[in-house]
């Protein structure tokens, strides 16, 4: 392994741990506080605002430096999304996805931080999302995309 | 208000650990697509090495405040079945979920990524409200 190589394990593994720590404080790995903000009828938590505020608060800085960079520091080109158009499938997979979240309150972020607890509903919900990941990506999209 | 300063620094570690993938390793840091593509065995090393952090996270926090995060399940299983394979198939249709579209994406003024976030959002809150009506 190349020294590259390995400090882009590093920066994978620093990166996932600084998300997975950040949900952890802002209380988004606990479903209960994000069904509080989508659930208007209940007892409104506004928490998730905040999180959401804060998070592309620091990711326009990021964004900003990005685009001032020939290269990022650890490979030789950026991986970025081409595509453009806003098509049906961004639209229904979005709104698949959102019925999903509003159901029981995990997005997939928390839902795999969550493993940490041990919790039998936790494992069962990521092992139910990663069989709907392998459905989609292997028999509804294809292998290329 | 100062009952959100966690969520809100909390939020912040969110965006900069997205902004840390984008600039040493060039890359969107998207949950759905980071475990979508280690299930498909791709980048497997640099995936994997992503969701052990996501997964260690919360024992980081656990060794500062001294207990793992409080987390409540409400809804029952056939639900949460349910709601995983929706979350599951959705999320990778749709291209991303609340980190890459809605973190990342918003930060870059993605179209693509404003029409999904607004999507998701409106889903999930008609979803939500029903439910607490309903249940």
């Known amino acids: 392994m190349t ?18 720590f950040g949900l952890s404080l802002s209380g988004m790995v606990d479903p209960a506080r ?29 964004v900003l430096l990005q685009r001032r960079m020939a290269r990022p520091v650890l490979d030789d080109q950026f991986h970025l999304p081409q595509k453009t158009r806003i098509d049906a499938r961004l639209l229904a997979g979005s709104a698949i996805f959102g019925v999903g979240w509003g159901l029981a309150g995990f997005c997939p972020g928390p839902a795999v931080s969550a493993l940490s607890t041990g919790l039998p509903p936790v494992i069962l919900f990521v092992a139910a999302m990663a069989v709907g990941m392998i459905v989609h990506d292997r028999l509804l999209a294809g292998r290329h995309s | 208000m100062s009952a959100y300063w966690p969520s809100l620094l909390g939020g912040m570690l969110l965006g900069l650990s997205a902004s840390l ?16 593509r280690l ?6 090393a640099l995936n994997a090495a ?19 995060p409080a987390l409540t399940v409400a809804a029952a299983w056939p639900v949460i079945l349910a709601a995983g394979l929706l979350v599951g198939v959705g999320s990778r249709m749709g291209s991303g979920c609340t980190s890459g579209h809605g973190i990342l994406g918003l930060a870059r003024l993605s179209p693509r990524s404003i029409a999904a976030t607004a999507t998701f959002l409106a889903a999930g809150i008609l979803t939500a409200t029903l439910g607490g009506l309903l249940g």
């Open chain 2, 39 to 44: 299930l498909l065995g791709r980048r497997a």
């Open chain 1, 3 to 20: 020294a590259r190589a390995l400090l882009r394990l590093l920066a994978a593994l620093a990166a996932g741990t600084l998300f997975g």
């Open chain 1, 34 to 62: 994000v069904l509080g903000f989508l659930d208007l009828a209940g007892r409104w938590d506004p928490s998730l605002a905040f999180v959401l505020a804060g998070a592309v608060a620091m990711a326009v800085p990021g």
């Open chain 2, 21 to 36: 993938l984008l600039v040493l390793d060039g890359r969107i840091a998207g949950i759905s697509g980071i475990v979508g």
């Open chain 2, 50 to 68: 992503f969701v052990a952090g996501l997964v260690a996270g919360p024992f980081a926090y656990a060794a500062l405040f001294g207990a793992l």
